[in-house]
């Protein structure tokens, strides 16, 4: 059930807004009992593929359309969410970066977000050379208050944008596990976004959504 809906999602025969059929319509399609079905939909809500309302059902969300830059840019945590830097390394960009950073070195900075000792994001950022000149800040091993975006901003002059390029699924790395503190692989949401001055492309950022952990979906 849930491959096929999501292949009728990714076709475009089922499109964004689109109400689901009820339960009971989906298990007599599918032959299923409703906890299965259940699992189907939780699986699909996982990935991203749709999304809840309540009291009115559950629908195909547009995963071409992401959080809003500007909220972004003012910063990523919610109340009661902590940010906890974990690494600021000067690297070659990896190829898929740098086909929008453009090669090179630039600064890798990887941090989790965290409620209490539950991890929600993990994500990296690799920022451009150029930034470092004016937030000097990013090629220090702590947190951005409140992002080197902003920062940046201020600093410059110059308004940054986001370009969000995808949100997408995977099953769980190693990497991805360890980095999110899971012990079993998982169905994970990943968002990668540009980030822009103009037309210039200064940042690069990949983030990996633990299982359950709501993404805004405009």
Not at 20 to 27: D, N
Not at 52 to 73: E, H, M, P, T, Y
Request: charged share 25%; glycine share 8%.
């Amino acid at each position: 059930m849930a491959a096929y809906l999501k292949a009728r999602i990714d076709l475009g025969t089922l499109e964004a807004g689109n109400k689901l059929p009820p339960t009971a319509a989906l298990m007599k399609q599918f032959d299923l009992s409703d906890n299965a079905v259940y699992r189907g939909i939780a699986l699909l809500k996982a990935e991203g593929y749709v999304h809840s309302q309540q009291g009115k059902g559950v629908f195909v969300s547009d995963r071409r359309r992401l959080i809003a830059g500007a909220n972004r840019i003012k910063g990523i945590t919610s109340p009661g969410e902590t940010i906890h830097h974990k690494l600021s390394a000067r690297v070659e960009a990896p190829d898929w970066v740098a086909a929008d950073l453009g090669e090179g070195e630039c600064v890798n900075r990887v941090r989790t977000v965290n409620r209490q000792d539950f991890i929600l994001q993990a994500s990296q950022s690799w920022v451009h050379l150029d930034v470092a000149e004016v937030v000097p800040e990013v090629d220090e091993p702590q947190a951005c208050d409140p992002t080197w975006q902003a920062i940046y901003e201020q600093r410059s002059g110059n308004p940054v944008d986001v370009a969000s390029k995808t949100v997408d699924a995977r099953i769980t790395s190693a990497a991805d596990r360890e980095a999110l503190g899971l012990d079993a692989d998982f169905a994970v949401l990943v968002m990668r976004s540009v980030y822009v001055t103009g037309d210039k492309v200064i940042g690069v950022g990949e983030g990996i959504y633990a299982p359950g952990h709501p993404l805004a979906i405009a």
